[in-house]
């Protein structure tokens, strides 16, 4: 399967735990989106890298949520002392974007669940 | 600022019969659009997308979807539902010009086909 890869598919927490999602983009993708999903609404975009670089971030990324993409390849989404309001499914996302513009498809990977008891 | 609004949230149609599921939007510059599907517990599947060109777009699985500027609006289409089509449709933009990668999602509409 050559697909955006997620690991875990579902996480259970208790408040204040940290916790910490993977994301395997597409090869050869450069770019890499973390987005948040709540039940009965759309994704919401969290942050985005090219290659390696954290290129925007959303004012949803609180001080307790970090991500890193420390190799252009892989990322990791940290979120750090949970609380129950972070409950949401996390979607990652690629795709080959070009030197200018922004008409490049975003492909997804199949969420983590996250659960903040 | 960059919006999409989805004015339904389920569509109910008969197998067989067309089926259209209504997008709306706003940007500052001008629009990119997509067109993406979830089924449950899944993550989102590309369905097609618009840049510039033919204002009729044509995608996976027998969608297409008309971009129509004067109404800020792409509406997907299907000549014939059927039964497997029934899922969750988000519209989203980005707006090509912002110089940002943010793809800003609907609310999304439910599906459902009526054997």
């Known amino acids: 399967d050559t697909g955006v890869s997620q690991d875990p598919r579902h996480k259970i927490t208790k408040r204040g735990q940290n916790v910490t999602f993977r994301c395997d983009p597409i090869?050869?993708?450069?770019?890499l989106y973390w987005y948040r999903q709540t039940l009965g609404q759309g994704p919401e975009f969290l942050t985005y890298?090219?290659?390696?670089?954290?290129?925007?971030k959303s004012r949803l990324l609180s001080d307790r949520f970090s991500a890193e993409r420390p190799k252009g390849s892989f990322s990791t989404l940290e979120i750090q002392r949970t609380e129950q309001g972070d409950s949401a499914m996390y979607l990652c996302?690629?795709?080959?974007?070009?030197?200018?513009?922004?008409?490049?498809?975003?492909?997804f990977g199949p969420g983590t669940r996250l659960t903040v008891l | 600022a960059q919006s999409v609004a989805q004015p339904e949230d389920q569509v109910n149609v008969a197998e067989g019969n067309p089926l259209t599921v209504k997008c709306t939007y706003s940007?500052?510059?001008?629009?990119?659009l997509f067109w993406y599907v979830q089924y449950p517990n899944r993550g989102l599947q590309f369905l097609l997308k618009?840049?510039?060109?033919?204002?009729l777009v044509k995608g996976s699985y027998g969608f297409e979807a008309e971009f129509n500027k004067s109404q800020t609006s792409f509406h997907l289409k299907k000549p014939s539902a059927l039964v497997s089509d029934s899922a969750l449709y988000f519209c989203?933009?980005?707006?090509?010009?912002?110089?940002?990668?943010?793809?800003?999602f609907g609310t999304g509409t439910k599906l459902q086909v009526i054997p």
């Open positions: 996302a690629s795709s080959l974007g070009g030197l200018a513009g922004a008409t490049d498809t975003q492909y």
């Open positions: 090869s050869e993708h450069n770019r």
């Open positions: 890298f090219q290659n390696e670089a954290q290129l925007e």
């Open positions: 940007v500052s510059g001008n629009p990119y």
């Open positions: 618009y840049i510039t060109g033919d204002n």
């Open positions: 989203a933009v980005r707006d090509i010009l912002g110089g940002y990668q943010k793809v800003t």
